[in-house]
Structures are given as structure tokens and as C-alpha cells.
């Protein structure tokens, strides 16, 4: 069974930093586009960032400078180091696995996602 777990997520104030992390577990993704989006209340899932199979990251304006995406193929996971972070950053994040190996800007490219974790940045 294929799963994309996220973890990091949690409270804090304008211009702190956190941490996600995604482990993938039941298949390889090496292969695969990685990628963080994020959803707030009564809002779409926007795109934040993706890493291409070979390492190549694409980044929305929005968090340009601020965030930054990496992954570890040997232990099948995917990170986003968020600095400076802003009230509007607040969000669900969520990681997703996409079988373009080059990563797509579009939420329906990706075949797999996580369940999510809470990011609140309070002002």
C-alpha cells in the first residue's frame, strides 16, 4: 500500500521556521516529481513547490527566497524548510508523488498524497 506521510507541521509566529517532512512508504518514488501544496480555509490547493527526479526545484512567487524543497532518494523522502514564515503562509500542507518525473505546477498531475498536517502562523 502506497502512503505519503507528512509530519512538522504546527503553530508559530510570524517570521519563525518549521519544518516538513514526507516519508513515502510501499514504492520507490526516485523516479517520481515531488511536491508540496498547501490549502486554506475556503480556498484551492495551491501549488508551493516540486523537486524533479534529478533535483531540479521550481518554487510559487510566494514563497521564492523563503522556502526551500529537498529530497533524499534513499530514504524515500521529501522536505520543505519554511523561513520567514507570514500569517498568510497558514495553511494545510500536503505532499504528493507525480509520475512526470519533471513535476507539474497542477495538482491533478500528481497520483499520490498525503493526509496533510496544520501550518498556523499567527501575526
Known amino acids: 500500500q502506497v502512503q505519503l506521510a507528512e509530519s512538522g507541521g504546527g503553530l508559530v509566529q510570524a517570521g519563525g521556521s518549521l519544518r516538513l517532512s514526507c516519508a513515502a512508504s510501499?514504492?520507490?518514488?526516485?523516479?517520481?516529481?515531488m511536491g508540496w501544496f498547501r490549502q486554506a480555509p475556503g480556498k484551492e490547493r495551491d501549488f508551493v513547490a516540486v523537486?524533479?527526479?534529478?533535483?531540479?526545484?521550481r518554487y510559487a512567487d510566494s514563497v521564492k527566497g523563503r522556502f526551500t524543497i529537498s529530497r533524499d532518494n534513499a530514504k524515500n523522502t521529501v522536505v520543505l524548510q519554511m523561513n520567514s514564515l507570514k500569517p498568510e503562509d497558514t495553511a494545510v500542507y500536503y505532499c504528493?508523488?507525480?509520475?512526470?518525473?519533471?513535476?507539474?505546477?497542477?495538482?491533478?498531475?500528481?497520483?499520490?498524497w498525503g493526509q496533510g498536517t496544520q501550518v498556523t502562523v499567527s501575526s
Open positions: 510501499g514504492r520507490t518514488f526516485s523516479r517520481h516529481a
Open positions: 523537486i524533479h527526479w534529478s533535483g531540479g526545484k
Open positions: 504528493a508523488a507525480g509520475a512526470n518525473p519533471y513535476g507539474s505546477s497542477r495538482s491533478n498531475e500528481y497520483d499520490y
